[in-house]
């Protein structure tokens, strides 16, 4: 349904029209022109639009700036914990809400809005941000004949649609009940892939495994360990390649693994996945436990491309992948040891530096069959995979709840944001409790 103002008025006139600059404090345009990055982390984080996706801001998968670069560009207004980002451009009408108090340092092509909390709930106002009555109004601004885009002034003057800070308040509470829940859980997915990885380095890097100091080195590793070629130990499957017609962010056959869902540094972002629909053959498809790595990247800094991630197991059972990833089939090691392998053990790193292309980035998958890998005792593979197996399932459990509760909230938004939800609010003793009529 097409939800115009008409209809908003219709389905609660107790909201009001507003403009979104008379209801913000700040709404602050980056500096337009890159920024000079840094190659070692800093506490400076760089947020581009592509770390602004599906209402959430990735800080972990960031570049960095220095302090000098920091204090000089984020003169007019340094970003903090509530604010809303939206990317006018690359893609188009992206949101996210700044959740930590880390410094952060808006790239190019976004837009960062301060609610004036007198009229306005920031979460709120970021809800509002989703629905799909501003979502629509950003893409009719939309202009542009290659890259479809923002103009600055209509970030300013769009309407949106508030009622009473006390309703604003109730209906911000109940849908970041769902989002709090989704940031609790990727907390726990990501110590537990650090539980993984420190296992993973202090056994089969930093040479710590059981038993150690009982056993002959030679040549920095215990004598009846091999050095083998890893194409002995993998068959390499392409992707399917794609037009724009058969890929969508939400509706399609099968689900889609693109480069969205690789991780900077490694790992799969639940938050990329697209549609498919279209022919496909039973080889371009993977489940759940598979291995999957990138060939292409969009970008010169090599943080995606030969970086590896485990498909997890969510609502879908199977996925199409793109040509931009390959599958890494294990022919005689355990999936779970030649991952964390692959993702730890700094072959990602090694086999980028492979790649080439003026604007994008192309690795030849074949390379890494060229690579050697260590191979443990077998004994000690099936030590670290029982410790190691039970973690990495408890991550996809993990994945499963963030999908259902994504899903719930999904659900719950558009209906609260239209007051197709009429919200009751009845005081007793100085506490509110909310009813929620369908109307």
């Known amino acids: 349904m097409n939800l115009t103002p008409n209809y908003f008025w219709l389905m609660n006139s107790k909201w009001k029209e507003f403009i979104i600059s008379e209801v913000c404090e700040s709404i602050i345009d980056c500096v337009n022109k890159t920024a000079k990055t840094v190659h070692e982390p800093t506490e400076y984080k760089m947020i581009r639009t592509t770390n602004v996706k599906n209402g959430w801001i990735d800080v972990d998968n960031v570049r960095y700036v220095s302090k000098e670069v920091y204090d000089k560009w984020t003169r007019r207004i340094k970003p903090q914990k509530e604010d809303i980002i939206l990317t006018r451009e690359a893609p188009l009408g992206e949101v996210g809400l700044v959740r930590t108090d880390d410094k952060i340092f808006l790239g190019q092509r976004t837009i960062l809005y301060r609610a004036n909390t007198k009229m306005a709930n920031a979460k709120f106002l970021y809800y509002t941000f989703l629905s799909e009555i501003v979502q629509g109004q950003f893409q009719s601004f939309g202009s542009g004949s290659t890259v479809e885009h923002i103009r600055i002034k209509d970030c300013e003057t769009f309407k949106v649609y508030i009622p009473n800070i006390e309703i604003q308040k109730i209906i911000a509470k109940t849908l970041s009940t769902y989002d709090d829940l989704i940031e609790i859980n990727n907390n726990r997915i990501r110590l537990l892939e650090d539980t993984v990885q420190q296992l993973y380095k202090e056994w089969f890097v930093r040479m710590r495994f059981p038993g150690y100091k009982r056993v002959k080195f030679e040549k920095g590793i215990p004598k009846t360990w091999k050095i083998e070629s890893l194409k002995q130990h993998i068959v390499i499957m392409r992707g399917k390649s794609y037009t724009s017609e058969e890929i969508d962010d939400s509706f399609g056959d099968n689900a889609f693994i693109n480069l969205k869902n690789m991780k900077r540094g490694g790992g799969f972002r639940l938050g990329g996945t697209k549609y498919f629909t279209g022919k496909f053959k039973k080889e371009q498809v ?154």
């Open 286 to 439: 993977v489940f759940p436990g598979d291995i999957v790595m990138a060939v292409t990247d969009m970008t010169q800094d090599r943080l995606i491309v030969g970086r590896v991630a485990r498909v997890p197991l969510t609502e879908h059972r199977e996925y199409v992948f793109s040509l931009d990833i390959v599958k890494l089939v294990p022919q005689s090691l355990q999936s779970d040891f030649l991952y964390s392998t692959l993702r730890f053990n700094y072959y990602g790193e090694h086999i980028a530096q492979f790649a080439n292309g003026t604007n994008v980035l192309h690795l030849n998958p074949e390379l890494l069959r060229k690579e050697s890998i260590i191979i443990p005792d077998k004994d000690l593979i099936d030590r670290f995979v029982s410790i190691s197996k039970p973690i990495y399932e408890q991550i996809d459990i993990l994945a499963i709840q963030i999908e259902h509760l994504r899903q719930i909230r999904n659900r719950l938004l558009p209906r609260l944001i239209s007051g197709k939800l009429e919200l009751k609010i009845e005081k007793h003793k100085k506490e509110s409790t909310c009813l929620i009529n369908a109307s």
